[in-house]
């Protein structure tokens, strides 16, 4: 049966991706001009502005003051076959406003304007944001539309029905982008979202969770690698939580079937009035009671740490120098997700990083920008892969080349091949020890010869935390304790051994910050032979232990126990016992 349109609301848009653009940005050109809205000059001044500013044509239009607000979007909605809600005729329906909550009127900038039917229109200021519809449907409990309304007009009506007013619209200068996206800071659930990451940033967080259960919504921190629970919401905020992420992120709102990935790009407020750009990852993932969300926050402005800060210490960190100053031949960073590989990484680049040295970077994502270094970012969509990016690169004549990471037998070849012929090769494994990187490689099918002659060294680490400075007191830790971290409770009596308390400046944690623990396993004559000859993962641990030529993670950990930086049982927390 076929509804009436109501006079200043838009007829029914089908809610897709927003592919169209292409399709109707001749049309709106077109029709720009056959309304006398702008001529041909201006037309190709906002276009040209537009291209440069990454900006849509009509808001560029606006922007340099071009044509007036209300004929652009006019002509915008005509292009897109939607009928126009002229701001000088709107009156807003009570029986409408009252279908939406005032937050969620402005969490998803729209207006409701009319119900009729049983159907509500709402009023939005962009073609492509009709998703909205979908937001709104369940809370108004009836079917949802979309009309099109120029911002401005938008945003006073938005503010006055919250009650704080609009002035004459032509007061005070006109708002430029980021001026008018502040505008939204004001909104509860912004604010929280904002808020929460404010937080995590001040407390030094790697993650935040939020996860939704039956009655709750948990929000949790991981610091120094442990998860803190830091609230419990109400469930009801799991939504529009939900939603304000997946938009920050750039993810489909609407889709909540699927897991979802996207990067946050944040700017945080410190202290002391400053801002940093903070790079969050976005993982959504669909679960019994909704959706969880985990953010990773990417310190652009602290990610870089030199390899003393990072815990390298003595001769394992003077060989790793060593290693790393070589013309050629693969060097590999094994460990867990979350156990400081990346960063390591990024340590002996900027190592090698002078004018006459190239480096080319293959990464998903490039987490941390390094000046004077080419750094590509992986696109598997378009079919832009490490393997690919590494083909090219070696093209680009490098001396030194970083792939983020070795996930299948093709990158792991072209890896092996661009070490032998005079590229020194720097990538990740996700295996628990250094010896199982070689066998690791040879699984994946690179053969056992190349394997041997290309391997320089392998690097296994993990994160322990740190002793809080402030509250740490001094124990003597069991003979048990001792020996099952390889000390001699004999040989360890000149030793200070401390234990964590507690206090302010630790949050009673009794931890602050972490270090690394390292294996470095250097490739010998008798090791590319056995590696060769495809010897198990264990006789070449026996072997690079009794001769000398590493030193396992237990051991490096345990003298950073004697050194009275960690304790006996934060070691054992992430690495094996002897």
């Given amino acids: 049966m076929h509804r009436p349109i109501p006079h200043n609301c838009s ?40 291209s440069s500013r990454g900006t849509a044509l009509e808001r560029a239009i606006v922007a340099l003051n071009l044509a007036d607000e209300i004929a652009v979007w006019r ?46 229109w709402v009023a939005i200021d962009d073609p492509f944001k009709t998703f909205v519809a979908d937001n709104l449907a369940f809370l108004a409990g009836c079917t949802v539309q979309c009309a099109l309304m120029p911002p401005d007009a938008l945003k006073q009506a938005i ?33 929280l979202v904002s808020k929460t990451i404010d937080e995590a940033l001040e407390q030094r967080a790697s993650d935040i969770h939020i996860e939704p259960f039956q009655q709750r919504l948990r929000v949790r921190y991981r610091i120094d690698g442990v998860l803190k629970e830091i609230s419990s919401l109400e469930i009801s905020l799991h939504a529009p939580m939900t939603s304000r992420i997946k938009i920050m992120a750039g993810l489909d709102i609407a889709e909540k079937r699927r897991p979802q990935d996207g990067r946050i790009a944040f700017r945080a407020r410190t202290r002391d009035g400053d801002s940093r750009d903070i790079d969050i990852r976005t993982s959504v993932l669909p679960g019994s009671h909704g959706e969880t969300i985990v953010m990773r926050l990417l310190d652009k402005e602290r990610g870089l740490l030199s390899l003393e800060a990072l815990g390298f210490e003595g001769d394992d960190r003077e060989r790793f120098r060593g290693i790393i100053k070589r013309p050629n031949g693969i060097v590999l960073v094994t460990g867990p997700t979350g156990s400081g590989k990346t960063t390591t990484l990024y340590a002996a680049l900027q190592e090698l990083n002078r004018p006459d040295v190239k480096i080319i970077t293959a990464e998903d994502p490039v987490e941390f920008n390094i000046r004077g270094i080419n750094q590509c970012q992986v696109r598997s969509p378009i079919g832009l892969t490490f393997a690919r990016i590494l083909r090219a690169m070696l093209r680009q004549a490098p001396n030194v080349v970083l792939v983020g990471e070795i996930r299948d037998r093709e990158t792991a070849e072209i890896a092996v091949q661009a070490a032998l012929t005079g590229h020194l090769v720097f990538s990740t494994l996700h295996t628990n020890d250094s010896t199982s990187a070689l066998t690791r490689l040879i699984d994946m099918g690179v ?40 000390i001699d409770p004999g040989a360890a009596t000149d030793a200070k051994f401390f234990r964590s308390e507690g206090c302010e400046v630790c949050e009673q944690s009794g ?48 003298r950073k126990v004697m050194a009275g930086r960690t304790t006996v049982s934060e070691l054992l927390r992430v690495v094996a016992a002897v």
Avoid at 86 to 112: F, M, R
Avoid at 176 to 189: K, L, N, Q, R
């Fill in 75 to 120: 002509v915008l909605a005509k292009a897109h076959g939607i009928k126009f809600v002229d701001p000088q005729k709107l009156v807003a329906q009570k029986e409408a406003l009252a279908k939406v909550p005032v937050e969620q009127v402005e969490l998803n900038e729209a207006l409701p304007v009319l119900l009729k039917d049983n159907v509500l």
């Fill in 159 to 191: 503010r006055k029905l919250k009650g704080g007013g609009a002035g004459p619209r032509d007061q005070g200068p006109r708002r430029g982008a980021g001026e008018a996206a502040a505008e939204g800071e004001d909104a509860p659930i912004i604010r």
């Fill in 11 to 50: 007829p029914p848009l089908r809610r897709t991706a927003p592919t169209r653009r292409p399709l109707s940005s001749e049309t709106f050109r077109r029709l720009l001009l056959e309304t006398n809205v702008l001529d041909a000059a201006r037309l190709e001044k906002a276009e040209a502005a537009a």
């Fill in 511 to 558: 931890y602050r910050g972490r270090l690394g623990v390292y294996e470095l396993l250097q490739m010998d004559r008798t090791m590319r032979e056995m590696t060769f000859r495809g010897e198990p993962a264990t006789r070449l641990r026996e072997y690079a232990w009794s001769s000398g030529g590493m030193s396992t993670l237990v051991q490096d950990g345990a």
């Fill in 447 to 486: 053969k056992p010869f190349l394997v041997a002659a290309s391997v320089q060294a392998v690097l296994a680490q993990r994160l322990v935390r740190v002793l809080c400075s402030q509250c740490r007191q001094p124990t003597e830790p069991s003979a048990t304790d001792l020996r099952s971290i390889g």
